[in-house]
């Protein structure tokens, strides 16, 4: 699981890079604002409103990074990372808007026919200047998120993208206004909000699927499953499930192993798995393994069957009808085995006990139990015991 240092580390980052596109926005935006109105340019006014709106989308993006990477606690025991979730779905709306904006603006204006003043060559170069940092803040930031593996971040480059590509727009306009070519604004526009809104309604797809928990591709499940195989001591693997969180992957899944394994040794094996899994796949942020003795997948989920007899209770069982047997009060130690309907009873006593024969001893007790319709398969073992 990621370190809380790990999170402050990628925090961070994302504030820096998301500071640094803040001030160019608000540089950007003043600039094009003051320019567009010196000249005449609606359309470089507009690309200027658009950049102060990217500020607002800033701040959202760190202070949704601040509290998404932040580490779980006794109310989020998962984490935060679904702030960061909710942050792309809002980010993956306002681009959409953006786009249907752009489109309706640029289709109003070829339908219209909007004359539009020669603008000057001082606004295209600040029409190129804009397209040259908005395209270096998309790739820094979009650099930074698949680094630190954030969705969020990620949706914030493509937005930086969006204004670049609205200032392609813009530029277009002012070349063709500067050289009595009206139209191409409109039609280059209306072809970029379809790119916008295109990017927009993908990021609010994946932000859909995550919340709603939607699974791994199915390839990728397919290896996981494959690799947990391969570990030594594992017999099957099933009800394996995943999601995503921010990014990052959770992953629960049963392991089957031999029904006589220790507690000790199955969950060793289940710990290597777990290893051998986050070394194959390192988008994984929890992983929880539950260890099975059969392979009960096609069966009910045993908290929903009638619950078996526990130690106690067997151990009572026992007492009324193994109680006046010498292999039963010799005894040095139990052990359970639960296997389906059924349950195994492993009985250990010490070498010098029950001095006669051990074996019809052994049938006894087997005899004496058959009414216990829970009993299994019944064992002796003789020796100096076990801890």
């Known amino acids: 699981m990621p370190s809380q240092r790990n999170r402050a580390s990628d925090a961070r980052a994302a504030h820096k890079v998301t500071l640094i596109g803040a001030v160019l926005d608000s540089v950007l935006g003043i600039a094009k604002m003051i320019v567009g109105y010196a000249v005449g340019s609606a359309a470089l006014v507009a690309d200027g409103i658009h950049s102060f709106s990217d500020v607002a989308t800033d701040a959202l993006v760190v202070v949704a990074t601040h509290y998404g990477r932040q580490a779980p606690d006794s109310d989020h025991p998962y984490g935060h990372g679904r702030i960061e979730t909710l942050g792309t779905l ?7 808007f953006v786009a249907g904006g752009i489109a309706w603006a640029s289709l109003s204006r070829l339908l219209e026919n909007v004359p539009i003043a020669p603008p000057g060559p001082w606004a295209i170069a600040l029409a190129v200047i804009a397209l040259a940092a908005k395209e270096w803040i998309f790739r820094y930031t979009l650099k930074v998120a698949e680094r630190i593996d954030s969705q969020l971040l ?22 063709g206004a500067q050289f009595g070519i009206q139209w191409l604004d409109a039609v280059a526009a209306i072809a970029v909000g379809l790119l916008v809104g295109q990017i927009g309604a993908s990021l609010l797809w ?31 693997v099933h009800q394996l499930r995943t ?19 220790t507690v000790s040794e199955a969950h060793e094996i289940g710990n290597q798995v777990s290893r051998e899994l986050r070394l194959a796949h390192p988008q994984l942020y929890d992983v929880i393994f539950h260890i099975d003795p059969l392979d009960d997948s096609a069966l009910e989920s045993p908290d929903r069957l009638p619950s078996p007899p526990l130690r106690a209770d067997i151990e009572d069982a026992l007492e009324a009808v193994w109680g006046d047997m010498p292999l039963w009060q010799e005894r040095v130690a139990l052990d359970l085995h639960y296997l389906g309907d059924r349950i195994d009873i492993s009985l250990y006593v010490p070498n010098d006990a029950c001095q006669h024969d051990l074996n019809a001893q052994a049938q006894e007790l087997r005899k004496a139990g058959t009414h216990l319709d829970w009993l299994g398969r019944l064992q002796i073992w003789q020796g100096p015991g076990r801890a």
């Not at 969180?245 to 394994?261: E, N, T, Y």
């Open 90 to 96: 809002l980010l993956g709306s306002v681009l959409i």
């Open 154 to 175: 990620k949706a914030n480059a493509w937005h930086s993208r969006s204004d670049a590509l609205s200032t392609v727009v813009v530029l277009i306009g002012l070349i």
């Open 206 to 236: 994946d932000s859909i699927r995550e919340l709603i928990d939607t699974a791994l591709p199915e390839a990728e499940q397919r290896q996981m499953r494959a690799l947990a195989r391969r570990v030594p001591g594992v017999l099957g």
């Open 243 to 261: 999601r995503t969180v921010a990014g990052q992957v959770l992953l629960d899944f049963h392991l089957v192993v031999a029904p006589r394994l």
